[in-house]
């Protein structure tokens, strides 16, 4: 998974900051980075970067839980297709906004929450899971 956006703020902690982009789409992620990588990007508002996440580090839940989720990153969407291997498989969702995501999960996942083409998920992305690039 690779977002392009521009990033929106960036709040300072005392080890890490807070990184926020605005994705082309319209929707927002947020980074948790070290200062480090803050100022070894080049990270100021207004400067373009890159958010990449790993599938794996994608968890998905059914949209109609009832539950509330202490992850930063929440993209609501549906099930646009899935590649079903032998132990997992691959789930790519569309968002609201068009934004595309790919989740990977094991197949008793994929039974026991019902995916199928058009099933209405949230994808959950820890702020920490995010890893951020600039353009050289």
Same mark, same amino acid.
């Given at each position: 998974?690779?977002?392009?956006?521009?990033?929106?703020?960036?709040?300072?902690?005392?080890?890490?900051?807070?990184?926020?982009?605005?994705?082309?789409?319209? =929707?927002?992620?947020?980074?948790?980075?070290?200062? %480090?990588? !803050? &100022?070894?990007? $080049? *990270?100021?508002?207004?400067?373009?970067?890159?958010?990449?996440?790993?599938?794996?580090?994608?968890?998905?839940?059914?949209?109609?839980?009832?539950?509330?989720?202490?992850?930063?990153?929440?993209?609501?969407?549906?099930?646009?297709?899935? =590649?079903?291997?032998?132990?997992?498989?691959?789930? %790519?969702? !569309? &968002?609201?906004? $068009? *934004?595309?995501?790919?989740?990977?999960?094991?197949?008793?996942?994929?039974?026991?929450?019902?995916?199928?083409?058009?099933?209405?998920?949230?994808?959950?992305?820890?702020?920490?899971?995010?890893?951020?690039?600039?353009?050289?």
């Amino acid at each position: 998974n690779q977002l392009k956006g521009i990033v929106e703020s960036i709040n300072s902690g005392a080890v890490n900051d807070e990184v926020v982009l605005h994705l082309n789409g319209g =929707e927002n992620i947020t980074a948790v980075v070290t200062k %480090n990588s !803050v &100022t070894t990007l $080049g *990270l100021v508002k207004g400067k373009a970067a890159i958010a990449i996440f790993k599938a794996p580090w994608v968890i998905l839940a059914s949209a109609e839980n009832g539950l509330n989720f202490s992850a930063r990153n929440q993209f609501k969407g549906n099930v646009e297709s899935l =590649e079903k291997g032998s132990v997992n498989s691959i789930v %790519n969702m !569309v &968002t609201e906004t $068009g *934004l595309k995501l790919s989740a990977v999960v094991t197949n008793n996942s994929v039974e026991e929450m019902q995916l199928h083409t058009g099933a209405p998920v949230i994808a959950l992305i820890k702020a920490s899971n995010v890893i951020l690039a600039t353009e050289k």
